[in-house]
């Protein structure tokens, strides 16, 4: 079964500042990989997602995440983030007919 | 509107008394799923659908049952629910769980079980 590992789970940043998550996987089959975003009390929606051709993929909002298929990893890279970016932000692989999240990132963009 | 519904949005309920949570999706996916969101732990897979009458363990079934009658509803069933159940729940629903296929994923039901 796939497994998602997040790392730095709180993160705290001004605005303007640029932001990496880092996302590792593993799974052993062709995998779809997926970055979701939760903003305050909504549910989850999807940033951007790769599945296949350029390893560098551009999501909503200048969210952008480079695959890495050496490393097992699909870090998420925003240059400059706004306030409106608090929120917490979860990686995922799908595979194996499941999709396996990460424990997110709870990110907090100070004004 | 392409939408997954759940109901209800909140729930307080007392230990052993069964509950179902309702989830429905209008855009004739055959993957549904459920989720649990526990802080710290992020989301798990409670139970997984690919098509009508056709459903699968997840990462943390013990405890809840799942039935898939119609395509479009895929009810979350608690049978005796514990204070451990307590957390955020989420649906979701996918055109197929192979290739790039996005999940879409309900409003969430906050349950607490006491």
């Known amino acids: 079964a796939q497994s998602v590992s997040q790392h730095n789970h709180h993160v705290i940043l001004s605005e303007a500042a640029s932001l990496e998550l880092g996302c590792n996987y593993s799974?052993?089959?062709?995998?779809?990989l997926f970055w979701y975003v939760q903003y305050p009390g909504q549910h989850l929606q999807l940033l951007l997602k790769y599945f296949s051709g350029d390893p560098l993929v551009k999501g909503i909002k200048g969210f952008e995440a480079e695959f890495i298929k050496s490393k097992f990893s699909f870090n998420l890279r925003k240059p400059s983030v706004q306030w409106s970016d608090t929120a917490e932000y979860f990686c995922a692989v799908g595979g194996n007919n499941r999709l396996a999240f990460g424990k997110g990132n709870q990110v907090v963009v100070i004004p | 509107e392409a939408q997954v519904t759940q109901n209800p949005r909140y729930l307080i309920t007392v230990t052993g008394k069964k509950l179902t949570v309702t989830c429905s999706q209008n855009m004739n996916h055959e993957y549904m799923s459920w989720y649990r969101q526990d802080p710290g732990l992020g989301l798990r897979q409670i139970y997984y659908s690919m098509n009508v009458e056709v459903t699968d363990k997840g990462d943390v079934p013990e405890g809840y049952k799942v039935s898939r009658k119609e395509k479009r509803n895929f009810p979350l069933i608690l049978e005796s629910p514990s204070p451990n159940q307590t957390s955020l729940y989420f649906c979701?629903?996918?055109?197929?769980?192979?290739?790039?296929?996005?999940?879409?994923f309900g409003p969430g039901t906050r349950l607490t079980v006491t």
């Open positions: 979701a629903s996918s055109f197929s769980p192979r290739g790039p296929y996005e999940q879409y």
């Open positions: 799974y052993g089959g062709t995998v779809n």
